[in-house]
């Protein structure tokens, strides 16, 4: 983003000169003139990097945990009387992340300067997203900021912990997968070689099992077919990351993720959870439930489910109940959960059922991933003892064929 040198007068007569960063000079002007500043003077800072700069603040984002992190801080020193100047001031000095620390301090310059809270955070999208600025702006709006924030950090810390609990169950599974491939590596380029060199010189009928242990292990230590497979894979893996970055390409991967077999459930579940904790706390925070379900399209992790809110969204506009539409998808929002939206929206507790709604598919994705890591372990023993076995087979067949013939 472009950065803008200006020259302003205030309210009182008395010049100020400043920098700020925007779209264009127009986003400048209106912003200082909400403040009740009037422009002088504006011209765009040239900088010759600016273009490897934006690429690189592209690939750059602030993990969630350091995130979740800044909120409850920030929440707690808002509770406690702090400004807002002062609590920015003070975290962005300690806040680890680059990309969040940086941001904490262009938010804490801009806040100074007059701007909202949620406007000088919403020049940060890749630390801030859509779901944290309406909050901060219903905190804004209703004047309970600290409340805002508390929950705030309290849905983000969920997320970390749901975040946590997937990423430790597929841990196990991963590191086998690896080792596997590892083993797999060290015999095909190390020790087949050996055996084949071995049997090239025996006289002998070699079994087809042999032979074929023959072949897998030239064509794997040929420098044409390694280069060729590098240069395959890395096209149709680049090919492939840039059409699920299309609309289209997204659709297509996510609704292929949510109906596979055994990962299928848990994405359900997850984005489930998602909708519910997120939906919950817009809700209570005082988010208006049609601007809420645009927010939570996007933050459910998938766009199936994410055009199916869209779709919700329409049929509140015309007058529906949020149930009514939920009902039209019971493959992907399950009766207990429509009917729980329902009695919510009869009682007028929909938030405190939308959080415990959340807590059970937290649950449930924890005994999902728990069953999915029991039933991996045997099976990638399996394909383990299939290799040992394939190996075994293939060297010592024609060893007992050559004992065989003296």
Not at 114 to 129: E, I, Q, W
Request: net charge neutral; glycine share 8%.
């Amino acid at each position: 983003m472009p950065v803008f040198d200006y020259t302003a007068v205030d309210s009182r007569g008395r010049s100020i000169d400043g920098s700020v960063e925007a779209p264009d000079k127009q986003s400048v002007i209106r912003d200082l003139r909400n403040i009740r500043y009037t422009v002088t003077n504006i011209k765009e800072r040239s900088d010759p990097l600016r273009f490897a700069k934006e690429l690189g603040a592209r690939f750059q984002r602030a993990d969630l945990y350091s995130v979740a992190i800044f909120t409850r801080q920030f929440a707690v020193l808002f509770n406690a009387g702090i400004s807002t100047v002062r609590s920015l001031d003070g975290l962005g000095r300690q806040t680890l992340n680059g990309p969040l620390s940086k941001a904490v301090h262009d938010v804490h310059d801009d806040v100074r300067m007059g701007y909202t809270l949620a406007k000088s955070m919403s020049k940060h999208p890749n630390v801030f997203d859509q779901l944290y600025i309406a909050m901060v702006r219903a905190g804004e709006m209703s004047g309970s900021m600290g409340e805002i924030m508390d929950r705030l950090a309290n849905l983000l810390e969920r997320e970390v912990k749901l975040r946590a609990k997937v990423s430790s169950a597929t841990t196990y599974p991963m590191v086998v997968f690896g080792a596997c491939c590892l083993v797999t590596f060290v015999l095909v380029n190390y020790v087949f070689p050996t055996f084949v060199a071995m049997f090239a010189g025996i006289d002998v009928q070699m079994p087809l099992i042999t032979r074929s242990l023959i072949w897998v292990t030239e064509t794997c230590t040929d420098p044409k077919f390694i280069a060729g497979a590098l240069v395959v894979l890395g096209f149709t893996g680049y090919f492939v990351s840039q059409y699920i970055r299309t609309e289209k390409g997204r659709r297509v991967y996510d609704g292929m993720l949510i109906n596979m077999p055994l990962i299928g459930p848990v994405v359900q579940k997850v984005a489930l959870s998602r909708f519910c904790r997120t939906l919950g706390t817009l809700i209570s925070s005082g988010v208006p439930v049609v601007h809420s379900l645009e927010i939570v399209s996007k933050a459910v992790g998938n766009t199936v489910i994410g055009d199916i809110l869209m779709d919700v969204q329409m049929g509140l506009k015309q007058g529906a109940h949020l149930s009514e539409p939920l009902k039209k998808h019971p493959n992907l929002f399950p009766p207990m959960l429509t009917q729980m939206v329902a009695i919510g929206e009869e009682t007028g507790n929909l938030p405190v059922l939308l959080d415990k709604l959340a807590d059970f598919y937290d649950m449930e994705v924890e005994h999902v991933l728990e069953a999915m890591t029991s039933m991996l372990e045997p099976l990638m023993i399996f394909g383990m003892g299939i290799v040992v076995g394939y190996v075994l087979l293939a060297v010592f067949l024609p060893v007992y064929a050559l004992i065989d013939k003296f």
